[in-house]
């Protein structure tokens, strides 16, 4: 068994231990969070930390790294008020990546990593055309961790649209089927299988399988 | 299209609204946290929001919901003011989903839904025998969601245990070769394919494959 305390994590080389330890919490959510500056210039990069805050009201959180450099998602969420987060999919999962890249903010990044800026209705803030989800965001309120100034970014869901037919009888989705990657670390991307959907489960009671 | 706005979600069934906002974010990390009570009786319950928040120093965060009723591992990572995550594998995913039952706190819930409780060294808190990503953590800071009462609680990693070999030469950790699973919305486990892990990219470079 390899061991590594504290001290030895903190002991190792940069790269190595941001591998290491931006990978170990498992296969993270991948999606692509769309902004707009002042300026009218269109944003788009690539985020694995989309958490769910609550159903009813709908809410959706995110960590964004502290503010020590340029955060053109967080200038522009903030100035605006509004953002999209929008599901990769496995047919896009390499121009995604391309999004982490730092470009600067003269012009719409949609056009230089080939994505489709896609505007729905009076939605400020264009959408990915590509992504088989996509929700609308409005800003509501941001925590900064004293730890390490990275900040959670908290926004209430305003629109959804999916597909037709994506949404099972009983509001569940079957991510496999909406072609959704799973992104590890900072680098890698992943496909999925489901394994299985299991009931609500209440104690002594046996797992049931909830068929397709 | 599916289209929903706000007023839409609100209006749905609440299951239905259950189902499907906590899926739509996409695959989420799988995760066992353990806690121990004052009184010495061990809990470990199923949770989808571990999020990266640091690797230098190493940190993580989860979101833990409302305090409206009892909860176990809140308690017990307060008054102890240590917990472990790990990482369920696809060999426990059943019994992973077993631990999401509202059990009472008389007895481990290991022993419950026979999932190996195991000490390593001197840390205070069991870890999941059957897991291969075992994390040791301190509890650092919490954060309440004004908006519904969520709390983001986050953690410093004390240590990490891993099987011999799992971590590659630049600190990648192959998590489809860790039995790893990603989670769905509440019920659904999922097993991962590998699409591609991509170079870090600057602007305008074409991305590079980084082979195995």
Not at 100 to 128: L, M, R
């Amino acid at each position: 068994m390899i061991k590594l305390n504290h001290s030895e994590i903190l002991a190792l080389e940069k790269y190595y231990r941001a591998n290491l330890i931006n990978k170990i919490a498992g296969y993270k959510t991948g999606n692509l969070i769309a902004t707009k500056s002042k300026e009218e210039i269109s944003n788009v990069a690539v985020f694995n930390s989309v958490v769910h805050i609550g159903a009813n009201p709908p809410y959706l959180g995110f960590m964004m790294r502290p503010l020590t450099v340029e955060r053109q998602t967080y200038d522009n969420l903030k100035s605006l008020g509004f953002y999209t987060i929008n599901g990769i999919t496995t047919q896009i999962a390499e121009k995604a990546h391309a999004c982490s890249a730092k470009y600067d903010n003269k012009t719409s990044e949609f056009d230089t990593v080939c994505i489709t800026e896609q505007y729905i209705g009076d939605f400020p803030v264009p959408f990915v055309g590509e992504s088989n989800i996509k929700i609308g965001l409005s800003f509501l309120e941001q925590h900064e961790i004293k730890a390490n100034g990275t900040i959670l970014i908290i926004g209430k869901i305003e629109n959804i649209y999916l597909p037709d037919n994506a949404i099972k009888e009983d509001g569940d989705l079957e991510l496999e089927n909406l072609d959704s990657v799973a992104i590890g670390g900072l680098d890698t991307y992943y496909k999925a299988e489901k394994i299985a959907r299991y009931e609500y489960v209440r104690p002594h009671q046996k797992i049931k399988i909830i068929p397709d």
